[in-house]
T-cell receptor, first 113, second 116 residues
Framework: GDSVTQMEGPVTLSEEAFLTINCTYT??????LFWYVQYPGEGLQLLLK?????DKGSNKGFEATYRKETTSFHLEKGSVQVSDSAVYFCALSGNTNAGKSTFGDGTTLTVKP | GAVVSQHPSRVICKSGTSVKIECRSL??????MFWYRQFPKKSLMLMATSNEGSKATYEQGVEKDKFLINHASLTLSTLTVTSAHPEDSSFYIC????????????FGPGTRLLVL
């Protein structure tokens, strides 16, 4: 079945540091890939998505490129802020139940001033 | 756009009582809604998939008689935790998928349930 593996956390960075959170996936066919962010005490918010190979999703300074050859969708940001502290989830939506997604375990990011 | 609300945001109840949580898509029609449970510092656990007008599909290990799901319209799904016990205390999150996109899940803000 489909699966998503995320870099284990927690990740602690200083403000303005470069961020990478690794995500790899296993799926049949051509899934869409997502990054969601969850701030403390809240639900998840869609951060970015990519629907086909070589697509780059971007939002709020975050980027991720759909790499079919390495089955990866790593999240990057050039300069993190304290407000980026949250849990980040990588997910894929495959070809089965409409909208049903497979989520990674989440990576907790803490950014210190 | 694509806003999903949940109500209540927090609820405290006594053991043995039932609690209903509402999930609404405010500005789109949701073909499918999902209910998740999240334990502290853990990932999301999918409980069930809900389609308007049909019975919910429950994930393995989720008691359908305990977690009643009703998807009465294209904008509303409810989760009722029946005869709640302290071990049901958790953060419950719903999400909705719209007709236009069909794959992006839009999440509600979650409901914190505490059973005493």
């Amino acid at each position: 079945g489909d699966s998503v593996t995320q870099m284990e956390g927690p990740v602690t960075l200083s403000e303005e540091a470069f961020l990478t959170i690794n995500c790899t996936y296993t799926a049949t066919g051509y899934p869409s890939l997502f990054w969601y962010v969850q701030y403390p005490g809240e639900g998840l918010q869609l951060l970015l998505k990519a629907t086909k190979a070589d697509d780059k999703g971007s939002n709020k300074g975050f980027e991720a490129t759909y790499r079919k050859e390495t089955t990866s969708f790593h999240l990057e940001k050039g300069s993190v802020q304290v407000s980026d502290s949250a849990v980040y989830f990588c997910a894929l939506s495959g070809n089965t139940n409409a909208g049903k997604s497979t989520f990674g375990d989440g990576t907790t990011l803490t950014v210190k001033p | 756009g694509a806003v999903v609300s949940q109500h209540p945001s927090r609820v405290i109840c006594k053991s043995g009582t039932s609690v209903k949580i509402e999930c609404r898509s405010l500005d789109f029609q949701a073909t499918t809604m999902f209910w998740y449970r999240q334990f502290p510092k853990k990932s999301l656990m999918l409980m069930a998939t809900s389609n308007e007008g049909s019975k919910a599909t429950y994930e393995q290990g989720v008691e359908k008689d305990k977690f009643l799901i009703n998807h009465a319209s294209l904008t509303l799904s409810t989760l009722t935790v029946t005869s709640a016990h302290p071990e049901d205390s958790s953060f419950y999150i719903c999400s909705a998928v719209g007709e236009a996109d069909g794959e992006t899940q839009y999440f509600g803000p979650g409901t914190r349930l505490l059973v005493l």
